[in-house]
């Protein structure tokens, strides 16, 4: 078990020190997701029961587009002189490269979001009736969800010709019951509704983020056999 | 000893290693030639235990690899044309990286070890970008010796290289052989590296066309024997 960590460890440092030193990934994420947030107050100024309605969705759907970008990067970096070769010819299970690219990956949605989150309340003169702690718990519940199974699908099309736009074919239609729970249950801290009224959709969240923590430990030896 | 045990692969309709059979005992330094397309570079994979033949079985010492496959890796060491480095990390990151996936002990007396070999210690802490290419193979040579290994395998290690790199490549691979490692080099080169070579393989259309020990091989021989064998 501390072996297997300490690997975790090593993949996620390295992705992270890597990606910090080329900012690649993490100031085009930012960049993305600010933008779209600026551009829709000037294209929609909604008042404030539409900013209610839509905003969960907006702010759901600007950090996925977004940590697309990023996601499509993670094995781009691991393709660049064959360094993935070098890594699974190393005495590694290919889930140790999951977990700590996953990590790495979620880390640098966190900073997107710490960045990109404060501004939706400048733009948007956002007010929140529920509780901020159970929002934050959402939004890392969800985060994980869309990084783990983001990981898992980059990986698959980081071998193919225009995987970048391939990425998100694939990835969106399975990210439909995470992205719908996170929706909802963000809208229902909005509005103040009780944790009862939308605990199912934060239980739905948890089962999906544990499906698509198992089911990827479970294949992704045969993603990653070098042919 | 490395050994392969009716080994093949197919990719799609084309079966690129037809069950081949070979064992290279400890401290041999093996070379397989052939053609492009000859299964040269699959064999090798299979070997390094990065590829699962269709069929067949590879043990390095009496270890199969089917259920050892983490601990026979740690035996196994692989230069390629590739540098396997990381351009944003410096030459140390990189050595301390795959130190660590090799859970190397006394890490930092290992890297400094390795890099001293290769000549680069003054380039110790340079982000790996800046390198020119004979910097970086250099750079993969001490990757590929960071955990000790026992066996070496070296896919075309000379492509792209300067003289300087050449020269310094074929020392390297001196050493290695004077310390009894076990290393087998995949190239279609017959010039480079073949001095120090035990035993010559040729594959062709996935098959060994020829296995001969060097000994007694005299100049031009290796040539017509090659001809020979990939024109048949």
């Not at chain 1, 948007?124 to 529920?130: C, Q």
Request: proline letters at 4%; hydrophobic letters at 50%.
């Amino acid at each position: 078990m501390g072996r297997a960590l300490a690997l975790i460890t090593t993949i996620f440092k390295k992705d992270l020190v890597s990606e910090l030193r080329a900012k690649e990934s993490v100031v085009t994420m930012v960049t993305f997701s600010v933008l779209i947030l600026v551009l829709f107050s000037m294209a929609f100024e909604p008042s404030r029961e539409t900013v209610r309605e839509i905003l969960p969705g907006l702010i759901w759907m600007s950090l996925i587009f977004s940590g697309i970008l990023g996601l499509n990067r993670t094995y781009a970096r691991e393709r660049f002189n064959d360094c993935l070769i070098g890594i699974l010819s190393s005495p590694i299970a290919p889930y140790h490269i999951y977990i700590g690219k996953a990590a790495s990956s979620l880390v640098q949605l966190f900073i997107v979001e710490i960045i990109t989150f404060p501004l939706y309340f400048v733009f948007y003169d956002l007010e929140i009736d529920g509780s901020l702690g159970i929002l934050l718990l959402t939004m890392l519940l969800g985060s994980v969800g869309f990084i783990l199974v983001g990981t898992f699908l980059a990986a698959l099309t980081s071998n193919l010709r225009s995987n970048d736009a391939l990425l998100p074919v694939i990835l969106f239609p399975l990210l439909v019951p995470v992205l719908l729970a996170s929706i909802e249950a963000t809208s229902a801290i909005f509005a103040g509704l009780t944790l009862n009224q939308y605990l199912p959709w934060l239980k739905l969240i948890l089962v999906y983020d544990l499906v698509f923590l198992v089911v990827p430990l479970l294949l992704f030896d045969y993603l990653m056999e070098v042919d | 000893m490395i050994e392969g045990i009716n080994l093949s692969k197919t990719y799609g309709n084309k079966n690129v290693l037809r069950d081949i059979s070979l064992t290279i005992p400890k401290g041999e330094f093996t070379a397989v030639l052939g053609p492009n397309g000859a299964g040269k570079s699959t064999l090798l994979k299979i070997l390094a235990l990065m590829s699962k033949p269709d069929s067949g079985e590879v043990k390095i010492g009496k270890q199969s690899f089917v259920n050892l496959k983490g601990e026979l890796k740690r035996k196994i060491g692989i230069l390629s044309h590739s540098s396997f480095l990381y351009p944003e990390l410096t030459a140390y990151e990189n050595l301390q990286f795959y130190g660590r996936l090799y859970d190397v002990r006394h890490l930092e007396e290992q890297i400094i070890s390795v890099i001293k070999k290769v000549g680069l210690l003054l380039a110790l802490n340079e982000p790996v970008y800046t390198f020119s290419r004979g910097m970086l193979q250099r750079l993969s040579i001490a990757r590929a010796l960071i955990h000790s290994p026992e066996v070496i395998f070296l896919d075309e290690p000379f492509t792209g290289l300067d003289q300087q790199g050449i020269s310094l490549l074929q020392d390297v691979l001196k050493d290695l052989k004077s310390s009894q490692k076990t290393i087998l080099i995949v190239t279609h080169s017959f010039e480079q590296g073949m001095e120090d070579i035990d035993r010559i393989l040729i594959i062709n259309k996935g098959q060994i066309a020829a296995d001969f020990p060097t000994e007694n091989l005299q100049a031009g021989d290796l040539k017509r024997i090659y001809v020979e064998k990939v024109a048949s």
